[in-house]
Structures are given as C-alpha cells and as structure tokens.
C-alpha cells in the first residue's frame, strides 16, 4: 500500500508556473506508475499526465502538451508535475494517483490517490 501526500498547488496568474510535488510513503513505491489528473467544479476527473515506474515512459494530456512535464524520483519517493504558460482553464483541484502495473490515463485504473491540491489561475 502507499500513502500520497501533494503540495505546491496555489493562485498564480496567467502565463505563470507553478510545481506540483507528490510525496508518497509506504512500500515499493518504485514499482507503482504514477499519474496525475485534475477535476474541475461540475467538471469529471479528466487525465493530466502518467509516468512509468521507472520513468522511461510518459503521457501528457493534448491539452497541456508542450506546457506541463511529469518527472519522478524514485530515491526520494516523489513525483513532480511541472506546469507553465498556465491558463484560467487549468484552474481544478489536481490529484495525484498510483497504480501496480503499466501506466493508464483512466482515472478508474489507479489503485492509490492524494487528497489533492488547488491550483487557481487568475486571468
């Protein structure tokens, strides 16, 4: 089992960055892929990004392609989720999951999840 803790969520302008940082504890976590996906208000959870378990492998949604970049480090149990040029339409809660096996963008294939944590981008 793993436990998933995020942080680096906050209010940020358009055009401005922020990094998203998931800390997770528990067992082998290097055998877990990891993902990150983020609901809206009145919004379904939709996928953001996924990384492999040993990082060779990534997915980003269309829609942040060329602005967010997954990345993990499997020595300090973390995965970052590094978002720029952010949008109003990026504003959500955003949750980081983990999951046994290949990396998935169906939110419903992971097995672990954060709390997650704000994101707000005012225009």
């Known amino acids: 089992q793993v436990q998933l803790v995020e942080s680096g969520g906050g209010l940020v302008q358009a055009g401005g960055s922020l990094r998203l940082t998931c800390a997770a504890s528990?067992?082998?976590?290097?055998?877990?892929?990891m993902g990150w996906f983020c609901q809206a208000p009145g919004k379904e959870r939709e996928f953001v990004a996924a990384?492999?378990?040993?990082?060779?492998?990534?997915d980003v949604a269309d829609s942040v392609k060329g602005r967010f970049t997954i990345s993990r480090d499997n020595a300090k149990n973390t995965v970052s989720l590094q978002m720029n040029s952010l949008q109003p339409e990026d504003t959500a809660v955003y949750y980081c999951?983990?999951?046994?096996?290949?990396?998935?963008?169906?939110?419903?294939?992971?097995?672990?999840w954060g709390l997650g944590t704000q994101v707000t981008v005012s225009s």
């Open positions: 999951a983990a999951k046994t096996g290949t990396l998935s963008t169906t939110w419903s294939s992971y097995n672990y």
């Open positions: 990384i492999s378990w040993g990082g060779a492998r990534t």
């Open positions: 528990g067992r082998s976590f290097s055998t877990y892929a």
